[in-house]
Structure formats: structure tokens, C-alpha cells
């Protein structure tokens, strides 16, 4: 009995200690077994592992670490820890110790003691600007310049309104205004943009719309500005801008909930027939540069960007194809954006007629001419033919094309003509969109009716069938009874 005793008394020593070494006293009840901050959960399924340096190909050596390593997650950040040891049962307390450090004291207390070497002192790092995280973002994004100059002006756009610096027109670049605004802008800290200011601008900018037009441009607007100005910390460039700058906690975006926006939907107004027909009776004759953008943007469902810098080597006149592809010009919006456009045979004669005069590889000929900026020097989103584009504009305007982009307008109206006479697929290919669910929810508009086709089967509308509420008043007694009489008739 004696041995008995002592045997279980062993076991149970045995048992105390495993859990001592899990948790506290005070802590066992927070951590159950199964939760992170319990040793047994690092023990089970994998939890734990040990880094493997080369290939795991055929004929080549693999290298394992002696020691183990864990990766934490929680709060939406995830890291990963060295645990020293090539004890399991050892790695597994010290990882369910990293974890309640984590918990109890956060990420940066539990860095600072179980991570030092991967955590700067603060005082070493500047304090963001919107300046220097711009800066940064033009070092270390692979984003298009015409995309990152977006994101600055969006940012720059927010701050001058919450930080209430006016100045900041387009106008004003001849006279320096709008720089002196901009470094005004750079010099604020990243601070200084807290969520509630922001929200507050944007509810200041939502409340002074007054229609329901005015709100839905407003809400299109501000979620806009906010989208842009959130790209300049993307998941790709914020690990890199964090080891050069102290970013605010928290940022200008957290928080925001995008406004409720207006049906996106495309409307068709316009006949393209008809504005077709029309250009070709006299635009074509007065402004052949208008009448060949307003071509490629209607017929070949071009973007203004596209069609500004096409190249004629893009054009495959035997397979009757026009090949949209990046060249030293023009970086495309998007991979998805590259594609063919099958021409029909007319439309390749009128170009190849149109090449035969050309004075330049490209499509559109300038008013006057001057070096094109080559993709690396490019910043904004202005096109080399500006006057052609206007030109155009106004011609469109003249002939019924309104809303605030009349030359885009022609690009989803040949969407919605290929989606009623096609599919929505074959739209979607048409104008080169990434995903089928953007060509439906802003694009393809239904050009034909469509209707159940149950109505013929309705009987005519007649007075025996439906009597009208002047002979219901009519008639003597009550609507029941008059309703009963028509139908008794």
C-alpha cells in the first residue's frame, strides 16, 4: 500500500507540475487547456515547428533549425517568434507564455520582451508626415506614377479639408498657389488626421448636398478620396514604411465605413446609330482627330488613356484585330486590361486609310508637336491629345451626349449594346473588365425590352371586366354589391 501511495503520489507531483508550468493559479481559469495561452494547445496539432532552409527537390540538402518557433496571431496582427529551445514541452510554454503577454500586455510591450532585436526603439524613427509617407510611397510602391500621384492628391485633398488649409485650386499653378499649398499640406504630421476628424469633414462635405443628385455625387466623392488615400498604406508598402517612420495609431482610415452610394448602373440615353451617323456626315470631314477618338472610344470600346496613346503597331490590319497590350507609352489599369478587339472590315479600311497619312506612330496626332513623357516621367492623368478630347466633348454635348464624361459615356454605351445583342460575358470581354460582376453592376444597360411575356395571355380591358371608380360612385349601393352586378351581367 505504502508503494502504492508513493507511486501515486508521483504521478499527481507529476500532474502539478505540468500545469504549473502552463499557468498561474489566478491564470488557469482564463486559460483552459485548449486556448492559446495554455502549453497543452502549442503541443497538439503542429503548432510548433522548426524553420527548413533550402529546396525540398530531389538530390538537394535541407537544413532543419535545432530549435523551435511559433507564430502568434491575434488583433489582426500576426508574428513570429524563436523559441530557443528544442525541448517541444519547453517551446510550448514559453509559446503559451508569449501568448498572455500579448494578450495581457499587448503587442509592443510583448515584442519589446520577447522580440527585441525586431523591434526599433521609437525614439529612433521620425514621426509620419504626409509628406514623407507620399515620399515613401514613390520609393517603395510598384503602383503606376499616374496611380500614386492620385493617391497623393486624395490624401492631400483630405488633410486640406480637415486641417481647414484652403488653397489647393488647380488653377493656381501659375501663380505658385497651388505648391505653397502642397508644402503647407506635406509639412502636417500623419497625427493630426484622426478618424473622428476625418469623419467629421466628410459629414461637414456630405451635409452641404441638398438634392438627392448632389448626396450621390457627394457619397461617390468621399469614399473615392478615402479608397485613394488608404492605398498609400496597401499591405505591400506598410511593413517597409514602418521600419523608416512611427505611423499614428490609430490611422486616418479606421474606423470609416464608406458611405451608402447611388445605383452605379449605366442608363443609356443616346443612340449609337445615330451619333455614329452622325459623326460620320460631318465630323469626319471637319475634325478627322475627333471623328478617329471618338471610333476607337464608341466602336472599340477604348478607355480615353487607351485611345490617347494607341500606337498604330497596335493595329493587325490582315486579322482585322487591335492589340491592347502595355507599350513604353502606356501601362495599362490593370493586367485584366490587355486584350484583343476584333474589328469589323470597315472599320480596318477607314484606319488603314488613315495610317497612309500618318505623320507619327501614333493613331491620334497632336495639335502641335512636342516629346511625349515617357511612362517613368508621368505623374498626372492628362492626355498628349488634350484639344482633341475637348473638341470632341463638344461635339458630343451638341449632339445629346451629356453627363459629366460624355466621351466614357460612349464606351458603356457600346457595353450596353453588346450585352443586349450578346450576353453580359461577351460585353465584359469587349471592355476588357476583370471581373463579369464590374461590366454588371456599372456597365451593360439593356438596350431591348424585356418583358414576362405573360400579358397575352390577358383578356382586353373592358368595362364588363374592370369597372371604373366613376361608375363605382355611380352606381347605387355598395362596391361589393356594384362589383357583384358587373360580374353577373
Not at 500623419?190 to 473622428?196: G, Q, V
Not at 498626372?380 to 463638344?394: A, D, F, M, V
Request: some cysteine.
Amino acid at each position: 500500500m505504502k508503494q502504492e501511495g508513493t507511486e501515486q503520489g508521483k504521478k499527481t507531483g507529476y500532474k502539478l507540475a505540468t500545469l504549473s508550468n502552463v499557468a498561474s493559479s489566478s491564470e488557469s481559469v482564463r486559460f483552459a487547456p485548449k486556448s492559446k495561452g495554455s502549453a497543452n494547445y502549442w503541443q497538439a496539432g503542429g503548432r510548433l515547428f522548426k524553420f527548413t532552409r533550402g529546396k525540398r527537390t530531389k538530390g538537394a540538402t535541407v537544413k532543419e533549425d535545432a530549435d523551435y518557433s511559433c507564430r502568434i496571431s491575434f488583433g489582426n496582427r500576426r508574428e513570429q517568434f524563436q523559441l530557443h529551445t528544442a525541448n517541444k514541452a519547453e517551446a510550448a510554454t514559453k509559446a503559451a507564455s508569449i501568448y498572455r503577454d500579448v494578450v495581457g500586455k499587448g503587442w509592443e510591450e510583448a515584442l519589446r520582451i520577447h522580440k527585441p532585436k525586431a523591434t526599433p526603439k521609437p525614439e529612433t524613427l521620425p514621426s509620419a508626415t504626409i509628406g514623407s509617407l507620399i515620399a515613401a510611397n514613390v520609393r517603395l510602391s510598384s503602383a503606376r506614377s499616374e496611380s500614386l500621384e492620385a493617391y497623393a492628391k486624395a490624401l492631400r485633398r483630405i488633410a486640406g479639408g480637415v486641417l481647414e488649409i484652403s488653397g489647393g485650386k488647380k488653377f493656381d499653378a501659375s501663380r505658385e498657389g497651388r505648391t505653397e499649398w502642397r508644402e503647407r499640406i506635406d509639412a502636417k504630421p500623419l497625427a493630426a488626421l484622426t478618424p473622428a476628424a476625418v469623419l467629421a469633414w466628410r459629414n461637414k462635405l456630405m451635409k452641404t448636398a441638398l438634392t438627392p443628385e448632389a448626396r450621390g455625387r457627394a457619397a461617390v466623392t468621399v469614399n473615392s478620396l478615402v479608397r485613394n488615400a488608404k492605398a498609400l498604406l496597401s499591405k505591400k508598402v506598410r511593413p517597409f514604411i514602418e521600419k523608416e517612420m512611427q505611423l499614428s495609431s490609430p490611422l486616418f482610415f479606421e474606423g470609416i465605413v464608406a458611405e451608402s452610394e447611388p445605383s452605379l448602373r449605366y442608363r443609356s440615353k443616346i443612340d449609337a446609330e445615330s451619333i455614329l451617323q452622325a459623326a460620320q456626315s460631318n465630323l469626319a470631314t471637319q475634325d478627322s482627330e475627333a471623328f478617329k477618338l471618338l471610333l476607337l472610344t464608341l466602336v472599340c470600346g477604348l478607355r480615353r488613356s487607351e485611345a490617347d496613346t494607341l500606337l498604330w503597331s497596335q493595329f493587325d490590319f490582315v486579322n482585322r484585330v487591335l492589340v491592347i497590350e502595355d507599350t513604353e507609352h502606356k501601362r495599362l489599369k490593370s493586367k485584366d486590361s490587355a486584350g484583343d478587339v476584333d474589328l469589323e472590315p470597315e472599320l480596318c479600311a477607314l484606319f488603314e486609310n488613315y495610317m497612309t497619312k500618318a505623320q507619327s506612330p501614333f493613331v491620334l496626332e497632336p495639335s502641335k508637336r512636342k516629346r511625349l513623357a515617357t511612362i517613368q516621367e508621368r505623374k498626372s492623368r492628362g492626355y498628349r491629345c488634350e484639344p482633341t478630347h475637348k473638341r470632341l466633348l463638344i461635339w458630343l454635348r451638341q449632339h445629346g451626349v451629356s453627363g459629366v464624361r460624355p466621351i466614357h459615356t460612349l464606351r458603356k454605351e457600346i457595353g450596353a449594346v453588346i450585352a443586349s445583342r450578346d450576353g453580359i460575358w461577351k460585353a465584359s470581354r469587349y471592355l476588357r473588365h476583370s471581373d463579369i460582376r464590374i461590366t454588371s453592376k456599372l456597365y451593360a444597360d439593356k438596350k431591348i425590352p424585356v418583358t414576362s411575356g405573360l400579358g397575352g395571355f390577358l383578356a382586353p380591358v373592358t368595362d364588363k371586366i374592370v369597372p371604373s371608380s366613376i361608375r363605382l360612385e355611380a352606381e347605387a349601393g355598395t362596391p361589393e354589391e356594384v362589383m357583384a352586378k358587373e360580374y353577373t351581367q
